[in-house]
């Protein structure tokens, strides 16, 4: 089983930023993916990045050039800087890890963008 941290959603004005945080432990093997997908409702989940063990990073295009993941392998952290976010963006963001064929989900946290 794998654990997860999650930090960093809220309420942001339009244009405003968040950064959120999953700090991710226990069964955790060799390379693996990490990144956050997001639900809004009515919707889908959906990606939105992940990066993998070798810094290969992977972005919706929606998000592109305004959000950016990056990661701390040591401490299998992954951060999500958001950036010019907007109403479009409000979601609960979920972290994930792919790992050993296995998917684990984080509990979500809530992200709203609202004037």
């Known amino acids: 089983q794998v654990q997860f941290v999650e930090s960093g959603g809220g309420l942001v004005q339009p244009g405003g930023s968040l950064r959120l945080s999953c700090a991710a432990s226990?069964?955790?093997?060799?390379?693996?993916?990490m990144g956050w997908y997001r639900q809004a409702p009515g919707k889908q989940r959906e990606l939105v990045a992940d990066?993998?063990?070798?810094?290969?990073?992977n972005y919706a295009d929606s998000v592109k050039g305004r959000f950016t993941i990056s990661k701390d392998s040591a401490k299998n952290t992954v951060y999500l800087q958001m950036n010019s976010l907007n109403p479009e963006d409000t979601a609960v963001y979920y972290c994930?890890?792919?790992?050993?064929?296995?998917?684990?989900w984080g509990q979500g946290t809530q992200v709203t963008v609202s004037s």
């Open positions: 994930t890890i792919l790992t050993m064929g296995r998917r684990y």
């Open positions: 226990g069964s955790i093997f060799g390379f693996y993916t």
């Open positions: 990066i993998a063990s070798g810094g290969f990073t």
